[in-house]
């Protein structure tokens, strides 16, 4: 007697400034999900906000000669009702609208950003009683927004770097603020995500541009003081018995001409990043890694997975500088090529984290 599969809603695209990334990471991940243990529903989510049937051809959601890919409205419109007495996906079109299209045994959010990753359709899971991959509502959240996430951290101790936090009615940096933060700085959005938005400005003079720039994504922008130092990142995966462990850590590198630091295009377009995966890190520095990311996921009460970014100075003294809740998933993306050398393949990976959101299920918890 065959077993039933476990069917997997993937849900990609989405209405963040990183439709694409995620795109990207679901066309890996549909690549690499086990199809003799998981029937997969690949729903797509257009930049507008619209579900849409997608199809499961992991080909069609790559990067190509630097174009980025999207969700089309072409395929039929689905929706699913915060309403658990539902059934699942309804179909919301054609003679056939409000009926059950598929039950869903468990949701894999692969979306970055706002309205994915940012506690929003995790919440709309939470609602429809539906099981899903990562982080639950307000970790979400928290970790999105990284004034928050600093917080956070740093009330339970962890090194989080200086910043300044400009709300709608700030416009800028007074003196005090700039002498104490220092050049250069990190101008970022607070709740964003693939570098988009940021600017590293080095003289005051471009400061209040890159705080416009800024505000384009996000009307709260943080200043923050540049940490100089590699940039090391951490994966962090809980296993359906409740474990939480770390991978092995990698280096990020960048060797390009004339680019400082991690932004879009070295992260996705341009060939001037080195990764080093293990990072070369000696034991004791590596395992002090390790149990800062892990202490960081529980710090922000994150499930599932995370990906907790460091910057590790000279001295060896860790900065934490973001936790994602739902880190890339892209066939270069730091997260499961950690877990791989840590030995946990890509479809082992994914079929942990379905079967620790299955065993977690939806509710307070
Ligand atoms: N305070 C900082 N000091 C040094 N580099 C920084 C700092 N903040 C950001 N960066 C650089 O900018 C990149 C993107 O910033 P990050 O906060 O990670 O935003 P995102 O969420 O978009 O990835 C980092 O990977 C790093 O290269
Ligand atoms: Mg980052």
Redesign the pocket.
């Known amino acids: 007697m065959s077993v039933p599969k476990t069917r997997v809603a993937v849900v990609f695209g989405g209405r963040s400034t990183e439709h694409a990334i995620s795109c990207v990471s679901a066309g890996s991940v549909l690549a690499h999900l086990d199809r003799e243990r998981f029937e997969v529903v690949p729903v797509g989510i257009t930049i507008d906000g619209a579900w849409v049937l997608g199809a499961d051809d992991p080909t069609a959601l790559r990067i190509r000669d630097r174009e980025l890919p999207s969700v089309a409205r072409t395929g039929a419109a689905v929706a699913l009702p915060g309403d658990p007495t539902r059934g699942g996906l309804l179909h919301l079109e054609s003679e056939r609208a409000g009926e059950v299209f598929s039950g869903v045994d468990v949701v894999f959010p692969v979306l970055h950003g706002a309205y994915g990753e940012d506690g929003t359709i995790q919440g709309l899971l939470e609602l429809a009683g539906v099981p899903y991959v990562g982080a639950g509502v307000l970790a979400s959240a928290a970790a999105m927004d ?1 004034e928050f996430s600093k917080k956070l951290l740093a009330a339970e101790g962890l090194p989080a ?1 200086d910043l300044v936090v400009l709300r709608p009615d700030d416009a800028t940096l007074d003196d005090r603020q700039r002498e104490r933060l220092g050049l250069p700085v ?1 101008v ?1 959005p607070a709740r ?5 938005g ?1 600017s590293r400005v080095t003289g005051w003079a471009d400061l209040d541009g890159a705080i416009a720039l800024a505000r384009r994504n996000d009307p709260k922008v943080l200043v ?4 100089a130092g590699r ?1 090391i990142e951490c994966g962090v995966l809980e296993f359906p018995d409740g474990r939480v462990e770390a991978s092995l850590p990698a280096e990020i590198r960048i060797v390009g001409d004339g680019v400082d ?2 932004d879009f295009d070295a992260k996705y377009l341009n060939d001037v990043c080195e990764f080093d995966i293990p990072a070369k890190l000696n034991d004791e520095l590596t395992e002090r890694l390790r149990a800062m990311a892990v202490a960081a996921f529980r710090a922000l009460n994150c499930q599932g997975l995370a990906r907790v ?1 460091f ?1 590790v100075t000279d001295g060896g003294a860790l900065v934490i ?2 936790i994602n809740t739902m880190p890339g998933f892209t066939p270069i993306s730091m997260y499961p090529r950690m877990w791989a050398v840590t030995g946990v393949d890509y479809p082992t990976l994914l079929g942990t984290l379905i079967d620790t959101a299955i065993a977690r299920g939806t509710g307070l918890r």
């Not at 964003?192 to 988009?196: D, H, I, R, T």
């Not at 923050?224 to 940490?227: D, L, M, Q």
Request: proline share 0%; no cysteine; glycine share 10%.
């Open positions: 990284k770097g990190f970022k964003a995500g693939s570098s988009v940021i923050e003081a540049a940490v940039e630091w991690y970014d910057f500088n973001e």
